[in-house]
Structure formats: structure tokens, C-alpha cells
């Protein structure tokens, strides 16, 4: 998903990480570069524009240029920016009445029949009725594609294809006679561009469902956002995005909430009918920005014990810079550093001789403090520093960074000893 963008923002990151302090001309280079790679990425210009400019001004107003980790300071901040371009809070279904109705509209081949059939799944595995519906006038096939998952699934459904404004009333009533609680209607689609079926616009009114959803092929880019204007008419309130599985570039995902005023609910990643997840606007900034799966580094630190150790640590209050030195340890120790290292902020994709230059580095600085630094690190003021610097062979900036680091360790280690890992949200530095 998104793989070119991801690895060309990565970069960018990890250039300017690389320069440790950085100057204004380094920030204006470094949101240049984004806005380049967002734009080769197909995302809406007057998106990428809102964007960098929401991303620069908190930039000058939080003083990045001056503070001790700009870069991750910065990725902190496109990362929020990110979310909120994508909508900001995950949204949900509204799914009110007695039976919620669901519309799927859009394209043809974008995925409705597919999603209807996702969503009913999704829905039922959380405790709701659901009952599908086909109205598709126009292609016969259409209803047995619907059918054919429906039973694979264990699901009931209901053709209306043959008159759709007489049939879905009448199926309507039925539903609630029999106490399904929502009815996924899938419909036909139309070439890309070209308007939705006239009896569209006519049964909508008369069923009132409380979700009209648009679902749109990820792989059309920018494109699908012409494509859902003129679905607009039928009274959208939200957008499912198909087939991010595939070499999506990122563009209709970060372009189709803000231009469209619509949220992003679910998305298709994968043809099989467990392939649906809920839309989460900061999950989805991690994975642009390359930031990987935090979930999946979380278990792997349970696994290691490092957490658990780190926790109790933290419990006595007592989260120290030799305890981080045993953490850089034990995840040295974990294996595929780099894969295991790949997923934390501000590490991103580093070449493995890199982390182990890095990991050497920080582990002479903590050597080079004496007992009583390590266990109370605020006391090391600017001699101490020189003094650390010298004895480790690095420079102060260095030593610096490794304070800032071990800082942000212990707000993670915090967040984890605490058995919550929030939603993606991370301890950055604010
Ligand atoms: P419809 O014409 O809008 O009803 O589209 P369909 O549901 O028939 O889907 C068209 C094709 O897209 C089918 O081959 C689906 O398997 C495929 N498809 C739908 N959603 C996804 C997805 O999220 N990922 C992938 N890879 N394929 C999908
Ligand atoms: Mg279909």
C-alpha cells in the first residue's frame, strides 16, 4: 500500500534526521521535497497546498528550528496534519432505523457488489442482522454475484432486480417483519464519469437510508474524485475506498475525504470478503509516512520481554538510562533489527549497518557516564555533556540526541507498561 510515496517520505525524513539540528532552509528543502513526492503520489493539489501550508505554520509556531529533535518534531507534525486532511477522528456507519439502510453506489468495478458483501460480514461479526439486497436492473449476473457470496458467507439476501422502486419497499417491509436490523442494497454501477441510473435518484428518497456510500477504486487516483462528483446528487455520507492492496499511489485516499467533505469509512484491501477495515485517518498517516505497523512492534517487544522488564521499571519509577541501554540491548538482540527498528518513528528504514553504527554510538555514550548519570540523567548539564562527548568519542549534539531518545523510550515504555498502546498515537515530542 502506498509503497512508492511511503519510501520517497521516508527518505526525506531520514535526511533530515540525519542533519540533527536543523535550519529554516533545511525545513523549507525538507517541505518542498513532501510536497513533490504528494503531488507525484496523485494527490489533489489544492490538498497537498492545505496541507504543507497547516504543517509550516505550526512549524514556525513551535519553534522547530530551534528544538533539540527537529525531524521527529516535524514527522510529528505532518503526521497530524496528514490525519486531519483525511478526516481526523475515525468516523463510523450511522446506520439509524428500523431496518438501518445501507446504499452502496458508484462505478461500475469499483467493488460494491464485493463490499456489500464485506460489510454485511463486518457487520454481523458485530452482532447486527443483516440482509442483502441486489438492485441491478440492468445486469442479470448481477444478483447471482451477490448471491453466490451471500451463501459463501451464510448470509440471507433478496433480489430486486426485476422493478427495484416496487421491489425494495416491499423487501423493506419484510426486513422488519423479520427483524433484520440492516439492509445493504447494492446497486449498478455506471462507466466512470457517466451519471447513476435515473431510478437511483427516484428510490432514494422513497427508502431514506441512512448511508448512502460511495465506493471508489483506490487506483483511479485523483480520477476517482471527478468520478464521485457525480454521485454527489444522491446525497453521499461517506466514502469506502477499494483496492488499496494493490500499487494504489495514495492520492485518492489523501484527496477524496477533504474535496468530496465526505468521510472515509471503510477500506478494500483484498479481494476476499474479510478484507474490509474500518478507516483510521492517523493508522493511515503512519502507513504513508512509513512508520509501519506500531501493533506489530508491540508484540514483538512483548515478545522480547523488553516492555514487561521496562514496565516494571517505570512502575519504581526507575525507567533509567541504563535501563535503556539494556533495551537497546535486548532489541539488538531481537533479530532483524532493522525490521524491528523499521517500525518505530524516527527510525525509519535505515540501512542495517546504519542502526548498528547508531546503537554503537549510543551505547559509548551511556557507557561514558558514570553511575550516577545514568540513574539520574537531569543532572547531566552542558560540562557533563562535553565531558560525555569527549570520553565516547562523539559530539555533544550526540549526546543530546541520546538524552532526547531515551526520553521519547520512556514515554513509549509508559504508554506500553500501561498495557495501552492508544489507536497509533504515539509519545511524540509536541
Ligand atoms: P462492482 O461492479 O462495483 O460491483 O464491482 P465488484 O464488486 O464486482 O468488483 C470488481 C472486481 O474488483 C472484482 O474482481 C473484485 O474481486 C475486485 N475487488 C473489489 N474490492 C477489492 C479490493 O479491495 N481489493 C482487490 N484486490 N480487489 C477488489
Ligand atoms: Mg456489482
Do not use: C
Not at 324 to 344: D, H, I, K, S
Amino acid at each position: 500500500m502506498f509503497e512508492s510515496l511511503s519510501e520517497r517520505l521516508s527518505q526525506i525524513f531520514q535526511r533530515l534526521r540525519g542533519k540533527g539540528l536543523l535550519t529554516q532552509a533545511d525545513v523549507d528543502q525538507g517541505l518542498k521535497e513532501i510536497r513533490a513526492a504528494l503531488l507525484s503520489a496523485d494527490v489533489h493539489v489544492e490538498v497537498v497546498k492545505e496541507l504543507l501550508g497547516r504543517v509550516r505554520e505550526r512549524a514556525v509556531g513551535e519553534r522547530l528550528v530551534e528544538s533539540l529533535s527537529p525531524a521527529q518534531q516535524l514527522l510529528a507534525i505532518v503526521r497530524q496534519e496528514m490525519a486531519r486532511v483525511m478526516g481526523g477522528e475515525a468516523q463510523k456507519l450511522k446506520l439509524s432505523g428500523k431496518p438501518a439502510i445501507v446504499v452502496l453506489v458508484g462505478p461500475a468495478g469499483s467493488g460494491k457488489t464485493t463490499t456489500a458483501a464485506k460489510l454485511a460480514r463486518h457487520l454481523a461479526k458485530k452482532g447486527r442482522k443483516p440482509l442483502l439486497v441486489s438492485a441491478d436492473p440492468e445486469r442479470p449476473a448481477a444478483a447471482e454475484q451477490l448471491a453466490t457470496l451471500a451463501q459463501r458467507l451464510g448470509l440471507p439476501w433478496a433480489s430486486a432486480d426485476q422493478h427495484p422502486l416496487d421491489q425494495v419497499p416491499q423487501i423493506l417491509a419484510r426486513a422488519r417483519r423479520e427483524l433484520w436490523d440492516v439492509v445493504i442494497l447494492d446497486t449498478p454501477g455506471s462507466p466512470p464519469g457517466v451519471p447513476p441510473p435515473p431510478f437511483l435518484s427516484e428510490l432514494l428518497p422513497k427508502i431514506m437510508p441512512s448511508d448512502v456510500l460511495l465506493v471508489v477504486d483506490a487506483l483511479t487516483g485523483q480520477e476517482a474524485l471527478r468520478v464521485a462528483e457525480v454521485f454527489q446528487p444522491l446525497g453521499l455520507t461517506g466514502i469506502i475506498l477499494t483496492k488499496l492492496d494493490g500499487d494504489a499511489r495514495g492520492g485518492a485516499a489523501l484527496s477524496l475525504p477533504s474535496r468530496l467533505g465526505k468521510p472515509l469509512l471503510f477500506v478494500g484491501v483484498g479481494e476476499r470478503p474479510e478484507d474490509l477495515e474500518p478507516f483510521h485517518p492517523e493508522r493511515m498517516a503512519d502507513r504513508i509516512l512509513g512508520l509501519g505497523d506500531l501493533s506489530g512492534l508491540v508484540e514483538k517487544l512483548q515478545e522480547t520481554g523488553v516492555a514487561e522488564r521496562a514496565a516494571r521499571a517505570l512502575k519504581e519509577k526507575t525507567f533509567t538510562l541504563e535501563d535503556f541501554l539494556a533495551q537497546l540491548e535486548a532489541m539488538q538482540r531481537a533479530g532483524p533489527l532493522g525490521q524491528l527498528l523499521a517500525r518505530l518513528p524516527g527510525f525509519a528504514r535505515p540501512a542495517e549497518d546504519e542502526i548498528a553504527q547508531e546503537f554503537k554510538k549510543m551505547k559509548a555514550i551511556i557507557q561514558s557516564m558514570t553511575v550516577e548519570e545514568r540513574r539520574n540523567p537531569h543532572i547531566i548539564g552542558a560540562s557533563r555533556k562535553r565531558r560525555i562527548a569527549r570520553g565516547s568519542g562523539t559530539t555533544v549534539q550526540d549526546v543530546n540526541r541520546l538524552l532526547a531518545e531515551y526520553e521519547q523510550a520512556k514515554k513509549l515504555m509508559k504508554e506500553l507498561g500501561r498495557g495501552r498502546f492508544p489507536g497509533g498515537k504515539l509519545p511524540f515530542p509536541r
